[in-house]
């Protein structure tokens, strides 16, 4: 038996991993103590990825559904030749337009599948591309591009020498933190609150409570982010608390920027963001006094209505309270590669008239809540889709038209561990490798990392079964294309190319990555290159409020959403997210071992007061409706919610998928039915869904 080191591809931590092997079967995980970053850290998620490896639901072979439904096998050559014919088909009578793609989440954990993604996309001529991305972060990548000139620069918490920390719409207990990679986050919160700094979070939801010295909750009312943020900056305007040198020296359109916040003081926004207005001073002052404080926001606000907007807010907070760029304030992580001009692009340039009206591409991507429309009335419309890693069937709002729009195409084909319940619905499911079987190299973090590293891992263990890389399969279905191929080098084609010449950059080798077991690590973050090295717009200045979101509504659409939450009845209840530490998006289902008593499925939680009101209690059976779709649910009363607001997890809902047989037996709900979807259901400059604050209806279900 052997202890090889590798680390996690779950999320982004990327927790470094002890992998015990025996013969050719990884048979146990443990957290590797001796890694110098994580330090014997991991959840128990990312040590049941055993149980994924092993899980004998998993895709083994290719399979091919027939007429009637039925999967069967299929070897790989005839699958990749029959999938290739019809594409080529496909592309030849209707032209590459007919032909979509959906890129998921665990996609961002698979270095060396991305160039054959892009060689496979490119090639083929695809350009409706759609992915996870505009379910939870396009916001950061819009709002980065217009204030930093660049999508790839986010500075993160300096969190060991902050005094304070305001934590926006994150859970860092469950989540493990998104866009700010740091191992054992709740442990780094601690440490900090036992330092004396003070940690807040403005959430819906009561997530940590003081007595466990992780901080205070300020429980906002969902989906008014931008307007606490607005209100902070313009108490800190109105009482001459900002570092007005550093406005100065780093700022653009600062007037634009106060003109902005003037209309939103604390006194107007408080009955919309349900905060005492003395409150959000006192937030205001707090952040702006503190010697060094820190800010950070995540999926929470990314997926309001404004996420762009908030974003925007959160850095010129830190620019103007003199927190950009400071040890114990916000700070770019460099690590071995400067990442920050991999993102630099002109906005402006990427808005283009769609047959939605005005629409752009982030980074690539078109709005995922346009995938179902533009399947069933595209112009053209998408025939084929292509799915690696994704779950649209459960990850994107509106479950049924999506299934309506998948089962209407001329062809589905999915690469994915599992046939999940879009796999259910695919001509093809391809089986792939999962982490412990291919080499990787954690690149997800790189610009997010606090305590920067890379890691080299070979495959733990040889593929089981049937199983390739995505990599492969997309580079023999190019083959099978007759276009440019990595195989046509020969069967093992070196796909570390671009990985080496970015280690150049660091005087840094291949081999030298590989020798070192457990990675390199480099130096910690640093302020002084900011403005000089890492901002990309023209004249290295923040933009304080880009022209873009004037120009493009989003500054009316501002003041129209908080009319509208004005006149809202207050006592409507908005669905938001809840994320479990047990389970990871819709993927983690079928491991036994996570579906424990009381975890069975995917209640509706509800504060008592709301319950009483409406006469339910717990355990009863609800019915809940929203514009866009119903679900019915157990109640779970939840006094850790703000009233006004219920929650519920998404990823469940797998009474389709018979394949994965655990996750059918405990199937839950699937929320994203509530979700709104199609034109109008994303934030115009980001394409970020709108999936938290969703006003529903809750009612007994019998009645
Ligand atoms: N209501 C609501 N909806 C949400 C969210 C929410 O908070 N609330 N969160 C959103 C977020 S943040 C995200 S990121 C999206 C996720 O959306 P998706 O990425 O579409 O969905 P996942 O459920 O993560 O499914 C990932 C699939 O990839 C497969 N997989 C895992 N590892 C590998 C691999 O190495 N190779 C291949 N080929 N396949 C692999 C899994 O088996 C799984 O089927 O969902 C979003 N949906
Ligand atoms: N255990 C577990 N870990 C995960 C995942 C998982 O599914 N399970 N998914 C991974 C993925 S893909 C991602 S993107 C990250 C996400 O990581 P996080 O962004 O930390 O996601 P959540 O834990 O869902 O935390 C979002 C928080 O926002 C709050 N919230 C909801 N609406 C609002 C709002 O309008 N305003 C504010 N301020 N707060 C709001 C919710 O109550 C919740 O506590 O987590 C990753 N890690
Ligand atoms: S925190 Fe994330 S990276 Fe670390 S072990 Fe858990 S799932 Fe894996
Ligand atoms: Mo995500």
């Known amino acids: 038996m052997s202890q090889v080191p590798t680390f996690c591809r779950v999320c982004e931590p990327a927790c470094g991993l002890l992998a015990r092997v025996e013969g050719e079967s990884l048979v146990g995980l443990r957290p590797d103590r001796d890694h110098p970053v994580s330090k014997g850290y991991a959840c128990h998620k990312g040590l049941a990825g055993v149980e994924v490896h092993r899980d004998p639901d998993r895709l083994d072979t290719p399979e091919r559904r027939d007429a009637n439904g039925q999967f069967a096998r299929v070897g790989w050559d005839d699958a990749l030749a029959e999938i290739a014919a019809r594409l080529a088909a496909l592309r030849d009578e209707h032209g590459p337009e007919a032909i979509g793609a959906y890129i998921g989440n665990p996609m961002a954990f698979n270095t060396f599948a991305g160039p054959s993604v892009g060689s496979f996309l490119g090639q083929l001529g695809v350009r409706r591309v759609y992915g996870s991305g505009t379910q939870d972060c396009a916001n950061k990548f819009a709002a980065a591009e217009a204030v930093f000139g660049t999508s790839t620069l986010h500075p993160v918490p300096d969190i060991e020498h902050t005094d304070h920390l305001l934590l926006i719409g994150e859970n860092p207990r469950v989540s493990h933190m998104s ?22 979070y403005l959430n819906p939801k009561r997530i940590e409570s003081e007595d466990r010295g992780t901080g205070e909750v300020i429980q906002l009312r969902p989906d008014t982010d931008v307007y606490v943020l607005a209100a902070m900056l313009q108490t800190i305007f109105e009482e001459g608390l900002e570092d007005a040198r550093a406005l ?82 916000n700070l770019y992580s460099h690590g071995f590669y400067p990442a920050a001009k991999a993102g630099r692009t002109d906005p402006a340039r990427q808005f283009f008239d769609g047959p939605h009206g005005r629409m752009r591409r982030i980074r690539g991507s078109l709005p995922g809540n346009l995938l179902a429309d533009e399947i069933l009335g595209g112009t053209p419309r998408i025939r084929a889709l292509v799915v690696i890693a ?151 200045r923040v933009d304080c409020r880009p022209t873009l979101f004037l120009e493009e509504g989003a500054i009316d ?28 998006n819709s993927w983690y289902h079928n491991v036994e071992k996570l579906k424990r008593p009381g975890r ?104």
């Open 557 to 584: 659409r501002c003041e129209a959403i908080f009319e509208e939450l004005l006149a809202e009845d207050p006592s409507a209840l908005k669905l938001i997210t809840l994320r479990t530490p047990s389970m990871h």
């Open 248 to 329: 100065d020296r780093h700022g653009r359109h600062v007037a634009e920027l106060r003109a902005f916040v003037a209309a939103y003081g604390p006194e107007r926004v408080a009955p919309v963001v349900g905060v005492e207005a003395a409150r959000l001073r006192e937030l205001a002052r707090d952040f702006a006094t503190a010697r060094r404080a820190a800010v950070h926001m995540s999926t929470g606000a990314n997926m309001g209505r404004q996420g762009t907007l908030a974003y925007w807010l959160v850095q010129v907070l830190s620019l103007a309270t003199g927190n950009l760029d400071r040890e114990g304030g």
């Open 600 to 703: 069975l499925s995917n209640p509706l939680h509800m504060n008592p007061e709301d319950a009483r009101s409406r006469g339910l209690a717990e355990g009863d059976l609800v019915t809940c409706k929203s514009a866009w779709g119903e679900v019915e649910a157990e109640l779970r009363l939840d006094d850790t919610l703000r009233a006004g607001t219920v929650a519920m997890t998404h990823g469940w809902g797998h009474q389709r998928a018979p394949s994965m047989r655990v996750a059918q037996r405990h199937p839950g709900t699937n929320a994203n039915r509530l979700l709104p979807i199609g034109p109008d259901s994303f934030e115009p400059l980001s394409n970020q869904a709108f999936m938290t604050g969703i006003p529903i209806s809750v009612a007994h279900s019998d009645g």
């Open 390 to 540: 994704g779950n649209p069937v459960l990850s994107i709002g509106g479950e049924a038209r999506m299934r309506e729009a998948l089962e209407g195409l001329d062809l589905l084909v999915c690469l994915d561990l599992y046939r999940n319940a879009t796999g259910e619905l695919a001509d093809f499911a391809l089986p792939c490798t999962d982490a412990f079987e291919r080499p990787d190299v954690n690149l997800t973090g790189l610009g997010m990392q606090y305590r920067p590293y890379v890691q080299w891992t070979d495959a733990v263990v040889p593929p089981r079964a049937e199983r390739r890389p995505e990599w492969w399969i997309l580079e023999r279905l190019l083959q099978e294309l007759d276009l440019k191929s990595a195989l046509d080098a020969g069967p093992e084609p070196d796909l570390s190319g671009r990985l080496a010449h970015m280690l150049r950059s660091r005087d840094l080798s291949l081999d030298d990555l590989r020798e070192s077991e457990r990675g390199v690590v480099f130096e910690g973050l640093e302020p002084g290159r900011f403005f000089e090295d890492w901002i990309q717009t023209e004249d290295r």
């Open 179 to 200: 866009f700010f990679s740091i191992a054992d986050p709740l442990g780094e919160i601690k440490r900090a609150v036992r330092r004396g700094a003070t940690v807040r």
